[in-house]
């Protein structure tokens, strides 16, 4: 089992920034990927940015390419999601996802753990 633990939601305006962290423990020793999703109110949960095995293997979507930083610790333990310029549509509950096979995906389902989400609130 991983247990997933996020952290550095919170309510900021829109264009500023915030840096969500992921820390997973319990058996890690694979070699996981590690994922974040969102999901908004009355929205489905969609794929913001992953990061594989690999120090390259990094997938974002669309809106999260130039404005969101997908990184991780050389531990592999921690992923982290730097996001600058926010808008109010990024205001979701913010989950982090790990999966045993350890490439960059971006379908919800091939993830085997989750966190229980950190609320981000972006003002107009």
């Known amino acids: 089992q991983v247990q997933l633990a996020e952290s550095g939601g919170g309510l900021v305006q829109a264009g500023g920034s915030l840096r969500l962290s992921c820390v997973a423990s319990?058996?890690?020793?694979?070699?996981?990927?590690m994922g974040w999703f969102r999901q908004g109110i009355g929205k489905e949960r969609e794929i913001v940015a992953a990061?594989?095995?690999?120090?390259?293997?990094?997938y974002y979507s669309d809106s999260a390419k130039g404005r969101f930083t997908i990184s991780r610790t050389s531990a592999k333990n921690t992923v982290y999601l730097q996001m600058n310029n926010l808008e109010p549509e990024d205001t979701a509950l913010y989950y982090c996802?790990?999966?045993?096979?350890?490439?960059?995906?971006?379908?919800?389902?091939?993830?085997?753990?989750w966190g229980q989400g950190t609320q981000v609130t972006v003002s107009s």
């Open positions: 319990g058996q890690t020793g694979r070699r996981y990927a």
């Open positions: 996802a790990a999966k045993a096979r350890g490439v960059a995906g971006q379908r919800s389902y091939d993830y085997d753990y």
């Open positions: 990061h594989g095995w690999s120090s390259g293997d990094t």
